[in-house]
């Protein structure tokens, strides 16, 4: 066995320049820190390591599994021997801890990243510009799962380099990106057709019933989308993504204030593995919408039956419903809501059945609350 310190990593007369010294230097005390990473250094056919270029790729790639992001990029000042592990073997990669020069590492870094898989860019103040994306889409052609949450400088430049560079999306998070065009966001879902979780809440302009009718003819796996806040849309363009794509799983509509229970009646038809549904503030929801919810439930809990076993039956089923401020519904349409679903809940600590604005609903309660007062009467009184 053999430790790689400080005192190991010396520099030459052609060694390094003092930003590379620093970084190496920072690198080791941050390793020697975690402690276990000493377990992956071996002795190799009987040679002593100690320079940073002399560890063989695979074990610098098995390193930065152990490391977080931020040693990761310090790696990468250090040596060749450390951006190669990077472009080889980092599939995983997070800058949200960045508070500044986002855009300016994201520049530097892409063309290091070929192999990345996973990208998180959350910002607290818009940071990212459209070329910082344009260099992810140029280099990163193996990207499945990129969030850009809160950029507020991107325009479509971005939107469409990604539909011409990262084609193997399957997660994308625009939440938050105002300045995007419904134009550039159907021109995306004509090439990232393997979109499977799309989160476009506040999209205001780009989430129109033109987008979502492309999402619906592009996006066939789509199975979680989040459409919160988006105002422009109608009971069209809902329609268009229950006939389009009937694997969806979850649908944010709150503050969808057009809709109504038109597009509850086509996703209750069509989505028959819908499990989370939000309508918070969609208050032309009427009672019709509930019922259609629980006919759909009891229509086709017969073939659920048939095609899953039944110990994981339960899973099946809405288990998320939020109806927040839709005021106009009764106490009889969203019980049969409940009864048909057992595992919307609205006891204390599980409430799945958010129904928060509804004063005339308070006599709602699931499975759990009934099956709890028949336990209670039931039990023998005592005497006396």
């Not at 809902?238 to 979850?250: E, H, I, N, T």
């Amino acid at each position: 066995m053999f430790l790689l310190n400080k005192n190991e990593v010396k520099k030459k007369k052609t060694g390094p320049n003092v930003s590379q010294k620093k970084s190496r230097n920072r690198l080791t005390e941050m390793m020697s820190e975690g402690g276990s990473l000493n377990l992956c250094f071996e002795k190799m056919e009987g040679n002593m390591i100690t320079e940073w270029k002399d560890i063989p790729v695979e074990l610098l790639m098995r390193i930065l599994n152990l490391v977080d992001d931020r040693t990761v990029i310090i790696a990468s000042g250090v040596c060749s021997g450390w951006r190669d592990a990077i472009s080889f073997g980092l599939t995983h990669l997070s800058l949200s801890w960045c508070k500044k020069d986002m855009n300016s590492l994201v520049l530097s870094l892409a063309p290091k990243l070929v192999k990345l898989q996973t990208l998180v860019l959350r910002q607290d103040k818009p940071q990212l510009e459209d070329n910082a994306v344009e260099a992810i889409a140029n280099h990163c052609h193996e990207l499945q799962d990129l969030d850009l949450s809160k950029s507020l400088k991107l325009t479509d430049r971005s939107l469409y380099s990604l539909a011409r560079g990262c084609t193997n999306l399957t997660k994308l998070n625009l939440s938050g990106c105002t300045s995007f065009s419904d134009t550039a966001l159907a021109y995306l879902t004509r090439f990232c057709r393997k979109l499977k979780v799309l989160n476009l809440c506040g999209c205001v302009e780009a989430v129109s019933d033109n987008a979502l009718q492309a999402i619906g003819e592009n996006c066939s796996q789509m199975q979680s989308l989040n459409l919160g806040w988006c105002e422009k849309i109608s009971d069209d363009g809902v329609m268009s993504l229950a006939y389009g794509c009937p694997d969806l799983r979850s649908l944010d509509l709150c503050g969808c204030v057009l809709i109504t229970d038109e597009s509850v009646v086509a996703l209750a038809n069509r989505c028959v593995h819908l499990r989370s549904l939000g309508l918070y503030y969609c208050r032309n929801i009427t009672d019709r919408a509930m019922y259609s919810l629980a006919q759909s439930g009891v229509k086709n809990k017969h073939e659920m039956w048939r095609s899953v076993k039944k110990e994981k039956f339960d899973e099946e089923g809405l288990r998320n419903l939020n109806i927040s401020q839709c005021t106009y519904l009764t106490p009889s349409a969203v019980q049969a809501v409940c009864d048909t679903f057992p595992a919307l809940h609205t006891c204390s600590g599980r409430h799945s059945l958010v129904m928060s604005g509804c004063l005339n609903l308070t006599s709602v309660h699931c499975a759990c609350i009934l099956q709890a007062h028949r336990t209670h009467t039931a039990l023998p009184h005592p005497a006396h």
